[in-house]
């Protein structure tokens, strides 16, 4: 999987700068196999998109019904106002900070811009403008990131465990595998900031930078998507 | 061309062959399992439907398999005749052929798609839950599978309620059944008229039981292949399912979903009996049990039950009521420690999954009791009996207690099936019990008519 | 075309090469030959025939299960295997067979002849390529594993929830399948990655989708099912791993789970894996059939669309897995029709293979015959298949030996027959010896014996009601007959299967003996491009990247038909044939990497089984492996470049 990205730097690149390879569907392997990957990539996050879904119905109907092992799985000594809030309404809306997700979904979601325009930067030979960009998208990714983690222990103190209920095993599951791919793209971007420091990812190599981007993108529309079906619907 | 006529006719033999074979196979009714030989409306639906599929699959088999047969013994050079320069006709295609074989097999798969989904919804009509059942059924019968045994509960007073033990009606058959009004796991004690089985369900012959099928811990399968097709029995979930029986009779059944170390020795029994003698039946396991007079060999065995068995197994009695636990852990339900209820444990014809006969029949030449598996069944004198209680302890007419058997069972149970009584699955051994105390328990659940 | 890498991220841009080492990486190993060379290569043949010898081996290696599971079946209420043993064994027997032979031996035959049918020198991702197979064989090796570290997973190849459970299966086994699984599925997901950018990219000019040869396609298309595939089973198993290792609830029925999760995830996935463990085969034998019957392939878009159809409806017959597990009459409607119709795609090939026998001039070599054997054997499948469509029969016959019966039909009578036939086919392709005919022909027949008495009979078995996964029955369930003729004949299939090594080391020596006669570049007189080259392959395919003008190019570059449909000779194979001296040729060199990275994940899945401390070395090793993969050299620069690479080829693709 990584593997795939990392091979980008030891192949073929064809692009209008450089005198690429001969391939048949004229796209270079390497941005082919970054497509086919993403591809892939869409049925593991459907997957778990769906098996959220599934174990927050299933939670939400047993906490409703008053299972007592299901809210006892969601309760501690503090948050019985939010678990009445829960039953009361069906809902697990209570549980998240809506203005404070949206937030750090703005700031993941600028992160895309910005590495639009460290795209255009190699491909117009301004490295120092690249290095900028990718420094910015670098930080934002990360500045969600910490939002994430803050969210995470929030929730932790909310009474949503990983092991206590399904609810929580899902949706730490799920939001926590964004996040891991959120962090791969991180170590990318600061490889092709070192890279560039070293004189080594320049406009022969903006492919490279494409790749991470289409990448990077990626995890956001996927971010997109779990804000939505998990934050905004429920 | 002769040789090859000749050829082709011994080749159509041949494909007949098999199929001559599975028909054997149908009409055989010395196998208790054959799915061919229906004995209820339900298994006669599926059995009409597939026979004639069969059929035809087996003319396109004859004919597709020795199609492909009779081409290459027809166009085959021998290695002296090869010619490298002598070629067939070199044919590419033909779409007008090609869309035919295409639109061929499509056109028949959608008339038989079409009888495929006659009969989904004719089952499904009669399995549906609510209307379907109370509009169909004299009888309700919850069938709770669990590691490696099947529990039977009855319906008796007909409330159409399976109560739970906060009394919560929840298991309500009437209704349309919502398994999020289930508590997990089914802590089901019941009605104080209904009662609970477990091993061998015992039925009426001629009416419709439906069954509403879970499960205590992995996922199972409830299948009696004569009177219908298997329903999987699955934790968190309820289904329904029904069958008729035409004719009293034994069926039987086995667990058809992989569920760990002793699925092939999850059996069940199906017996049907005529309805007057399943009321008796009926009325006898209602009862509380008897506690055995004081003294004698029985009391000390309830004595030895009550220290050894009683952490699982119930047996219900005056004062100890049926919605009592009586120190049943239910912590340890979702493993299946819950165990058979023994109330009736002599009536019933099979113990330990279904595995041995409870009652075995003297060995004609030496006079000695048969080994405990199921290898002889004397059903018939078994429906014959006057009522279901043993003239003796341990004697039943001619049939004897299986008590080889069952002294093995109790003393160490997982010698005798695979089970892990240490992770809380199934029976533990008992190896401090003594022969004589042995002798005292059997002599109890002897009692237990 | 040819497989120049870029200059590597190591050197500044600009900088083609330089003596020192940079950034401290590895020179690449220079060895040729010799076991360092196999370890390290990225050559698509090489790692084909490791492939091949893997799966073999694991079909030995997964064979003896079956028939400890047929000696312990052969009579009624037998001791051989205990409840605990008998799980264990029908679990690996199932899940080696489906992931470590089936499936590689597909991926044998597509890495060794892709790139060949396609008129390429190597795949897209030479490297990757290469940690594909070790990282199969890393799985495959740690799964098996697991008989010596405390016993083998005992949930069955479908592993179904709740009793895949820490509760129901509280010993490491299912954890082991788990880990194991979800590596060896990191190598065919970046196969099937690198598989088809090869194929979508990287054609020879004039090799347009129609003129792909049909093992292509169905390479292809399975390569597709893979990529989609293999994610779903990925998170039904990462699940089953938090569920197992971290206190999960995914599974857990107390906390309101519902197990049909499982069931639906494990199914996205299982069924595509059905086709696409079939689709290689049916390659195979488009590809046999038409030379040794020395007629073009009887409809050949027909051939290509009921593949790629059957690619698409794969993805939506899943829950005809799960007809009794009680999903609602509407599905089973819906799914029972869905799978009534991928009859379709099937039933055309079969037709079109007979249509190419017909009025063919057959030549019944032994490959010809497994091929002929899967039309027959695979058809008695498909029908049976056909059955369990009709849903309420299925209620009947599911989890009975009568779908054993089945699946055995479609997946030895389908799969391993077209990979028998496959085998022998391109054998002095691979290797330059052609195998024996007369143990060849005795392999054949004696498999088709053996194949048939072992599972003919359990149509019987099931359809009279004996439920699979059974460690033993009683002699008044009246299966004993048909078991033990089972068991007679899984003895005979176990020799048939065999024969094939026998007959390998037979050939060889004799063919040593002879003092190593070539079999020429085109033994059989075949079609497509890879007998347009020296036996065996040259190291770098092609000398000169043909150029391709119709469907079945090298065929027509030996005869010509006329108006009426008659061939004439025009050249013979000999004449035709690249001469095999690929001068001023530039290959990709071997790398350490690849198999570096591959080892390292099964040291995390060990950690994640016994202790979470293992995984840091195995990550630290991970991420090490990948930088030095990703800064290595294109080439070893301690030697010259000896040659310049060949030049592009200008023109376009037409």
Same mark, same amino acid.
């Given at each position: ?82 678990? &009445? ?150 | ?92 295609? &033909? ?46 019968? #919850? ?122 020795? #999850? ?183 | ?140 090796? #740690? ?58 990219? $990287? ?99 027909? $051939? ?60 019944? &070599? ?259 492996? #990948? ?28």
């Amino acid at each position: 999987m990584a593997e795939a990205i990392i091979d980008q730097a030891a192949t073929p690149v064809a692009d209008e700068h450089h005198e690429g390879h001969y391939t048949s569907l004229g796209l270079s392997n390497m941005k082919l196999a970054m497509w086919l990957f993403l591809g892939s990539e869409v049925l593991l996050f459907g997957a778990l998109i769906s098996t959220y879904l599934l174990s927050k119905t299933r939670f939400l109907t047993e906490l409703v019904a008053g299972n007592p092992e299901v809210v006892a799985g969601i309760s501690n000594d503090e948050n019985a106002e939010l678990v &009445n809030e829960m039953i009361t309404k069906g809902s697990v809306e209570p549980l998240f900070d809506i203005p404070f997700t949206s937030l750090s979904s703005f700031i993941l979601l600028m992160s895309s811009l910005t590495m639009v325009l460290a795209h255009k930067s190699v491909t117009e030979g301004n490295y120092k403008n690249l290095r900028i960009w990718l420094s910015t998208t670098m930080l934002l990714g990360a500045t969600f990131m910490a939002g994430q983690v803050y969210e995470f222990t929030t929730f932790y103190r909310e009474g949503l465990t990983y092991d206590g209920s399904l609810l929580g095993t899902a949706f730490y599951t799920l939001t926590g595998f964004h996040g891991a791919h959120v962090t791969g793209g991180l170590i990318m971007l600061g490889s092709l900031i070192y890279l560039s420091f070293k004189g080594r990812m320049q406009k022969d190599r903006a492919e490279t930078v494409e790749l991470v981007g289409l990448y990077w993108h990626f995890v956001d529309i996927v971010w997109v998507l779990i804000f939505t079906i998990v934050y905004l619907i429920h | 061309m002769q040789l090859v006529k000749s050829r082709t006719k011994w080749l159509a033999g041949a494909g007949g062959l098999p199929v001559g074979l599975l028909l054997a196979g149908c009409a055989d009714e010395t196998k208790p399992l054959n799915t061919f030989n229906p004995q209820g409306p339900r298994a006669e639906l599926i059995d009409n439907l597939i026979q004639p599929i069969f059929l035809i699959a087996a003319v396109i088999g004859v004919a597709v398999v020795g199609g492909a047969i009779v081409l290459t013994i027809k166009n085959r050079v021998k290695p002296d005749d090869f010619d490298p320069d002598d070629f067939p006709a070199q044919t590419h295609g &033909n779409p007008t052929l090609e869309w035919g074989w295409t639109a061929a097999p499509a056109v028949l798969l959608a008339g038989i798609s079409v009888f495929t989904v006659f009969a989904i919804w004719d089952l499904e009509e009669t399995n549906a839950p609510g209307g379907g059942i109370a509009g169909g059924g004299e009888l309700d019968v #919850m069938v709770i599978g669990q590691q490696w045994w099947w529990e039977y509960r009855y319906d008796v007073d007909g409330d159409g309620f399976f109560e739970d033990v906060n009394g919560n009606g929840v298991l309500n058959t009437t209704d349309e059944w919502d398994p999020a009004d289930a508590e997990w796991p089914l802590e089901i004690a019941l009605d104080d008229d209904d009662v609970s089985v477990a091993n061998e369900m015992v039925i009426p012959a001629g009416e419709q039981i439906d069954l509403s099928i879970t499960s205590r811990d992995v996922i199972h399968s409830f299948w009696i292949p004569r009177l219908n097709g298997k329903r999987d029995a699955v934790p968190g979930r309820v289904h329904s399912w029904n069958f008729v029986a035409d004719t009293p009779g034994e069926y039987t059944g086995w667990c058809t979903e992989y569920c760990g170390l002793s699925h092939a020795r #999850m059996r069940m029994n199906v017996i049907a009996l005529e309805r007057d003698e399943f009321n008796r039946w009926l009325a006898n396991q209602s009862r509380v049990a008897d506690i055995p007079s004081e003294d004698t060999e029985a009391a000390a065995g309830r004595q030895i039950f009550q220290q050894q068995c009683a952490s699982c197994h119930i047996i219900w009695e005056e004062g100890i009521g049926q919605d009592a636990l009586y120190g049943r852990d239910f912590e340890a339900a979702l493993t299946a420690k819950a165990a058979p209820n023994l109330t009736h444990f002599a009536t019933r014809s099979v113990m330990a999954g279904a595995i041995y006969s409870t009652f075995v029949g003297l060995d004609a030449n030496t006079n000695d009791l048969q080994p405990g598996n199921r290898n002889d069944r004397y059903l018939d004198e078994y429906l014959e009996l006057p009522s279901f209680i043993p003239e003796e302890n341990d004697q039943l007419g001619e049939l004897r207690w299986n008590r080889p058997q069952l002294k093995r069972w109790i003393k160490n149970a997982p010698s005798q099936k695979d089970m892990a009584p240490e992770d809380l699955r199934g029976m533990p051994a008992f190896p401090g019990l003594t022969d004589s105390e042995l002798d005292q328990l059997i002599a109890y659940l002897a009692t237990l008519d | 075309m040819a497989i120049v890498e870029q200059e590597p991220l190591a050197l500044p841009a600009g900088e083609p090469s330089r003596s020192a080492r940079p950034l401290g990486v590895f020179s690449r190993p220079r060895n040729t030959t010799g076991l360092k060379n196999w370890l390290t290569s990225v050559d698509h043949k090489k790692i084909g025939i490791m492939y091949g010898v893997a799966s073999l081996f694991f079909l030995l290696w997964g064979g003896v299960p079956a028939l400890l599971i047929r000696l312990q079946l052969a009579r009624p209420n037998q001791g051989l295997l205990s409840g605990d043993a008998y799980n264990q064994i029908f679990t690996m027997h199932g899940t080696v067979m489906v992931f470590l032979v089936v499936m590689p031996m597909g991926a044998a035959f597509a890495n060794y002849l892709l790139p060949l049918q396609i008129g390429a020198r190597d795949v897209a991702f030479p490297r990757i390529n290469a940690f594909s197979f070790w990282v199969f064989l890393a799985g495959g090796i #740690m799964l098996n594993t697991s008989w010596f570290l405390g016993g083998g997973p005992d949930g069955g190849w479908f592993n179904y929830a709740p009793n895949n459970g820490i509760a129901y299966s509280p010993g490491i086994g299912i954890d082991f399948w788990n880990v194991a699984l979800m590596i060896a599925g990191f190598g065919s997901l970046t196969g099937a990655v690198n598989l088809i950018t090869t194929v979508l990219n $990287m054609r020879a000019p004039g090799m347009t989708w129609m003129r792909l040869p049909v093992f292509t396609w169905m390479t292809l298309v399975t390569q597709f099912l893979l990529l989609f595939a293999i994610p779903v089973l990925t998170v039904a198993q990462l699940l089953l791993l938090f569920d197992r290792r971290f206190d999960g609830n995914f599974f857990n029925v107390a906390q309101g789970a519902d197990p049909l999760l499982w069931q639906h995830l494990f199914w996205i996935f299982g069924h595509p894996e059905v086709y696409l463990m079939i689709l290689p085969a049916f390659g195979i034998v488009s590809e046999v059939i038409p030379a040794f019957a020395r007629k073009p392939i009887f409809g050949y878009p027909f $051939m290509v669309f009921s593949g790629i159809a059957i690619g698409f409806m794969g993805w939506g017959v899943w829950a005809h897995h799960m007809f009794v597990s009680g999903i609602g009459p509407l599905s089973v409607t819906a799914f029972a029709v869905a799978t009534m119709f991928i009859a379709v795609p099937t039933g055309v090939k079969v037709l079109n293979w007979m249509a190419t026998l017909w009025g063919g001039k057959l030549i019944l &070599n032994t490959a010809m015959l497994f091929s002929i054997g899967l039309v027959t054997q695979f058809t008695l499948g498909g029908l049976s298949g056909v059955s369990h469509a009709i849903a309420p029969a299925d209620t009947q016959q599911t989890d009975t030996y009568y779908i054993v019966a089945h699946f055995h039909y479609v997946l030895f009578g389908g799969a391993l027959f077209g990979f028998y036939s496959g085998l022998y086919f391109w054998w002095p392709k691979a290797f330059g010896y052609k195998l024996n005919e007369k143990i060849g022909k005795w392999n054949f027949w004696t498999m088709v014996l053996g194949f048939n008495l072992t599972f003919g009979p359990m149509h019987i078995l099931g359809l009279q009601g004996m439920p699979r996964r059974m460690q033993t029955y009683d002699t008044s369930q009246g299966f004993n007959t048909w078991n033990m003729w089972a068991t007679i004949g899984s003895f005979i299939l176990a020799f048939a299967t065999l024969s094939i090594l026998y007959n390998a080391l037979v050939s060889y020596l004799g063919w040593r003996r002879a003092g190593r006669p070539n079999p020429g570049p085109d033994p059989w007189d075949a079609r497509s491009l890879e007998w347009s080259i020296q036996s065996p392959t040259p190291e770098h395919n092609f000398d000169v990247t043909p150029t391709v003008t119709s469907l079945d190019d090298w065929w027509y570059h030996k005869y010509q038909e006329d108006e009426n449909g008659v061939l004439r000779r025009v050249a013979s194979s000999k004449e035709l044939a690249q001469p095999g001296n690929g001068e001023g040729v530039h290959l990709p060199a071997p790398s350490y990497w690849p198999i570096i990275v591959a080892f390292s994940l099964p040291i995390i899945g060990y950690g994640l089984i016994f202790s979470l401390w293992l995984c840091i070395p195995g990550v630290f090793l991970l991420l090490a492996a #990948m930088y030095g993969w990703s800064l290595e050299p294109a080439d070893d620069l301690d030697q010259d470049h000896h040659s310049e690479p060949e030049p592009e080829l200008a023109q376009t693709h037409g």
